[in-house]
């Protein structure tokens, strides 16, 4: 089964300094036909304006990762990182047990652009961590490139979780296979550009949502930035 989520049929908020997209629901964006896919909880794209920023706030039991498309994100913790996320990097932090962390831009005249992403751990109450690594263009070009995995294969980011996170960069007649293990779920979101998955066509925003199925195939690329999830069932 593939079903596909529509850009337009996301959740939308407008903050003024934050305009949002939700593709589950999230905040005041409630939609039971959407609450995650498989343990993928979150998908929230986020432009964050010049000089604002989210305050010090709390998580407990989640993966967060954050994906920068433009700008740079401002990430400080109680753990004690203070860090910029420019583009092609991928930031992990694990809430586990607790922290209290901000997000800010302090750009005077860019929009910080990015994905956050939670994803529910396998395993609770653990210490907070937090990683942070660059993916170059160069290893996204026409290929699924690991980027976030439970036990730090290619030199991804280590997640808490029993899911998989591919980056990828598809132009022309690129194309890449992903293999998924039965009883598993797949979930294909489009940042940007156009791309077909397993034949079907998505525009920039939309998501392919898979369930039953045993590969996932992205082709025809135009200026296609896209990630793709391995996830466990639930």
Do not use: C
């Not at 850009?7 to 903050?15: M, N, Y």
């Not at 304006?49 to 989640?62: E, I, K, L, N, V």
């Not at 290619?154 to 598809?170: K, N, P, Q, T």
Request: glycine share 12%.
């Amino acid at each position: 089964m593939l079903a596909i989520r529509k850009s337009q049929d996301r959740g939308h908020a407008d903050h003024g300094w934050l305009k949002s997209f939700h593709s589950f629901s999230f905040a005041g964006y409630y939609d039971p036909e959407h609450m995650g896919w498989g343990n993928l909880r979150v998908i929230n794209e986020d432009r964050i304006a010049p000089g604002t920023g989210f305050g010090t706030h709390g998580h407990r039991d989640m993966e967060i990762v954050s994906y920068v498309l433009a700008g740079e994100l401002a990430h400080k913790d109680t753990m004690g990182n203070v860090k910029g996320i420019p583009p092609g990097d991928v930031q992990r932090m694990s809430a586990g047990r607790g922290v209290m962390h901000s997000e800010f831009n302090h750009a005077k005249d860019e929009t910080t652009h990015f994905l956050q992403i939670w994803i529910e751990p396998n395993v609770t109450g653990i210490e907070p961590s937090y990683e942070q690594k660059r993916f170059d263009d160069a290893e996204k070009r026409g290929t699924l490139r690991l980027v976030a995995s439970p036990d730090a294969a290619e030199g991804s980011v280590l997640i808490h979780a029993d899911a998989r996170i591919y980056a990828g960069l598809f132009d022309g007649g690129e194309s890449a296979e992903l293999r998924i293990a039965p009883g598993r779920k797949a979930y294909v979101h489009l940042i940007r550009g156009e791309l077909d998955v397993n034949g079907k066509h998505l525009a920039a925003g939309d998501a392919a949502m898979l369930d039953n199925e045993s590969r996932v195939t992205v082709s025809n690329g135009k200026q296609a930035e896209v990630l793709a999830f391995d996830l466990a069932a639930q």
